[in-house]
C-alpha cells in the first residue's frame, strides 16, 4: 500500500480534498468498531462520549484497562460522525492497543495531530474530525480515574473566559483556529473578540498560536 494521495473530491473553497490510502484503508474497514448491543459484554472499564461543536457529530469511545501495568488493554468506539471521524479514531484505536497495550501516561499525551500522521494526513477542513476521538479518549480515561478512586489523574479541561463583554472562551478560540481560523483578523471575523477589548488581544494571539501548533503543527 502507498500514502500516494487521490483526489476524492473538491471543497466549497475550491481546493481539492486529498485522503490517503491509510485514511480510505480505515474508513471502509474500521478497526475495533463497537457494534450495536456488544456495549454490555464489553464491560469497559471507562467510556467517554462527546460532540463536536464543528459539525455537531458525535464520538463514543471504550476502553478496558491493565491495573497492574496502567495500559489500555482493548478500545473500542462507535460515532456519527464523517468518514474522517471514522478513520481517524479507527486508527486511534489501533495505536493505542498496538504492542501490547499503550500505558495511560502515554496516551494523555497523544495529540489530534500525532493521529493524523498515522494517516497520512487529513485535508485542513477535516481537521476537527481527529479531534473528536482524541477527545472521547481524555473523557474515556477520566471515567476510569473516577472509577477507580484516581481522582487526582483526571484532567478537567476548563474553560477560560477571554473576553468578558462578549462571554468568548479560550474554546471558543479553539473552535474558531479548527474551522480554519488562522490570523487575530480571522478570529475576530468569527468572533468579534477583542475588538471592543483591545487589552485582551496579546491572550488571544497566544492562544490561536498555541491551537495552530496544537493542531496544524505550526
Ligand atoms: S465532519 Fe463531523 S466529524 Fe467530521
Known amino acids: 500500500m502507498t500514502n500516494q494521495p487521490n483526489i ?34 464489553f464491560k ?20 478496558k484497562i491493565d491495573p497492574k501495568e496502567d495500559k489500555i488493554k482493548e478500545c473500542r468506539w462507535r460515532t456519527f460522525g464523517c468518514g474522517s471521524a471514522i478513520a481517524s ?45 482524541d477527545k472521547a479518549l481524555r473523557s474515556a480515561l ?10 487526582q489523574r483526571v484532567i478537567v479541561e476548563g474553560s477560560r473566559v477571554i473576553d468578558e463583554e462578549l462571554k468568548i472562551t479560550d474554546h471558543d478560540i479553539e473552535q474558531a483556529v479548527l ?8 478570529v475576530q471575523k468569527k468572533l468579534k473578540v477583542g475588538i471592543g477589548n483591545p487589552e485582551t488581544i496579546p491572550a488571544i494571539e497566544d492562544l490561536i498560536r498555541f491551537y495552530k501548533e496544537k493542531y496544524f503543527g505550526v
Not at 471507562?46 to 463536536?52: A, E, L, Q, T, Y
Not at 477520566?142 to 481522582?151: A, P, V
Open 8 to 41: 476524492d473530491g473538491v471543497g466549497d473553497s475550491g481546493q481539492a480534498w486529498y485522503y490517503s490510502d491509510i485514511v480510505k484503508d480505515h474508513f471502509f474497514n474500521p478497526r475495533n468498531f463497537m457494534k450495536m448491543g456488544e456495549e454490555e459484554e
Open 44 to 63: 469497559a472499564d471507562g467510556m467517554g462520549r462527546v460532540g463536536s461543536p464543528a459539525c455537531g457529530d458525535e464520538m463514543v469511545l471504550w476502553v
Open 89 to 133: 479514531t479507527s486508527i486511534l484505536s489501533v495505536m493505542l492497543t498496538e504492542n501490547g497495550g499503550m500505558k495511560l501516561d502515554e496516551a494523555l499525551k497523544l495529540r489530534p495531530q500525532d493521529i493524523m500522521e498515522r494517516l497520512g494526513g487529513l485535508p485542513s477542513r477535516k481537521v476537527h474530525c481527529s479531534v473528536l476521538g
Open 142 to 151: 477520566n471515567d476510569y480515574f473516577h472509577k477507580s478512586g484516581q481522582h
Open 179 to 186: 474551522d480554519g481560523a488562522v490570523t487575530l483578523e480571522d
